[in-house]
């Protein structure tokens, strides 16, 4: 069956980087839509870019600081988040879908259990 599985979330500073790594089982990754989540505390669960045919999404509050990448032969997915601001503070949440049309929750149906990021002084 699907599975992912999240990790590389912490603490960072403002300003600081971390790299999200998403393992995916299951499922031949490079036919499947991938996308990053996020829900911060009170908050909806938003999208933060997805990865579908060749076209990469970005939410505008991420727009040149975040980086969506996967690697095939290692059935993985990748976050890299540069110059955190403390607004960033958020679950993460890994995604798939066969199709995944649109970047938002509900075009897509596998979620990895989340990982904690938070940016604090």
């Known amino acids: 069956q699907v599975q992912l599985v999240e990790s590389g979330g912490g603490l960072v500073q403002p300003g600081g980087s971390l790299r999200l790594s998403c393992a995916a089982s299951?499922?031949?990754?490079?036919?499947?839509?991938i996308g990053w989540f996020r829900q911060a505390p009170g908050k909806e669960r938003e999208a933060v870019s997805c990865?579908?045919?060749?076209?990469?999404y970005y939410a505008d509050s991420v727009k040149g600081r975040f980086t969506i990448s996967r690697d095939n032969a290692k059935s993985t997915v990748y976050l890299q988040m540069n110059s955190l601001k403390p607004e960033d503070t958020a679950v993460y949440y890994c995604?798939?879908?066969?199709?995944?049309?649109?970047?938002?929750?509900?075009?897509?149906?596998?979620w990895g259990q989340g990982t904690q990021v938070t940016v604090s002084s």
């Open positions: 990865s579908s045919n060749g076209m990469t």
């Open positions: 299951g499922f031949t990754l490079d036919r499947y839509a």
């Open positions: 995604a798939t879908d066969k199709f995944g049309l649109r970047c938002r929750n509900e075009f897509y149906d596998y």
